[in-house]
């Protein structure tokens, strides 16, 4: 069975304290591994798409790298504008996207 | 309009009402998904339509019909509603679906209260 576990639920940081965000996974026949960052009263907004192990992307603030059985998201001297819940979605063999339950970021100024 | 968009923004609506999102999306895509939001759970994928066929049904209770008149258009048809389904309702669609895995961007959602 496909499963997704994000760790850790929540995370407060101080305004420039840099952190990682955890995503573990067991996915049958993985296609792709998306992370999207999802605003309170709003819709998950893509972010990175990871195909393969050793893989890495970066925007801004943000890089995220993809091992066999997880990914990373990293935020370097993250600013309160960061704060979000952020979601990890593993990608299986039939096309679908097997969302984590996130993780709630704040940021403190 | 761009992007996905979804109205109403919020719905409040009593278990014997009949009422229908509506999910339009400016991106030229094929595939088209709904998905709901529980609070503290994850996103569950409800139905998706792939050249305006339905592709995928998740075992969702008859009290939610979708419909997708064309690519751009998608509908979630509610009646006789649960408390227990209070959520927010997410719509999404992707450049090509049919099993390829591609990004999926989504709307706004519709955030539903069932009384």
């Known amino acids: 069975e496909d499963q997704v576990t994000q760790s850790p639920e929540a995370l407060r940081l101080q305004e420039g304290e840099s952190s990682s965000l955890n995503c573990s996974y067991t996915v049958s026949g993985l296609r792709g591994l998306f992370w999207y960052r999802q605003d309170p009263g709003k819709g998950p907004e893509f972010l990175f798409t990871l195909y393969s192990a050793g893989e890495e992307k970066e925007k801004e603030r943000l890089k995220a790298t993809l091992t066999k059985k997880e990914s990373f998201l990293h935020i370097t001297a993250p600013k309160p504008e960061d704060s979000a819940t952020y979601l990890c979605?593993?990608?299986?063999?039939?096309?679908?996207?097997?969302f984590g339950q996130g993780t709630e970021l704040s940021v403190k100024p | 309009e761009t992007g996905v968009t979804q109205t109403p923004r919020h719905l409040v609506m009593g278990m014997t009402n009949k009422k229908s999102l509506k999910c339009e999306q400016h991106l030229g895509h094929n595939a088209m998904y709904w998905y709901k939001q529980s609070a503290k759970k994850p996103l569950e994928l409800m139905f998706v339509y792939s050249l305006e066929e339905r592709v995928e049904n998740n075992s969702v209770p008859s009290r939610f019909s979708p419909e997708c008149p064309n690519s751009s258009h998608l509908f979630l048809h509610l009646h006789t509603l649960q408390p227990e389904d209070s959520a927010l309702y997410l719509c999404a669609s992707s450049p090509f679906g049919g099993g390829a895995m591609d990004t999926q961007y989504f709307g706004p959602g519709t955030r539903l209260t069932v009384l």
């Open positions: 979605a593993p990608g299986n063999q039939g096309g679908k996207l097997i």
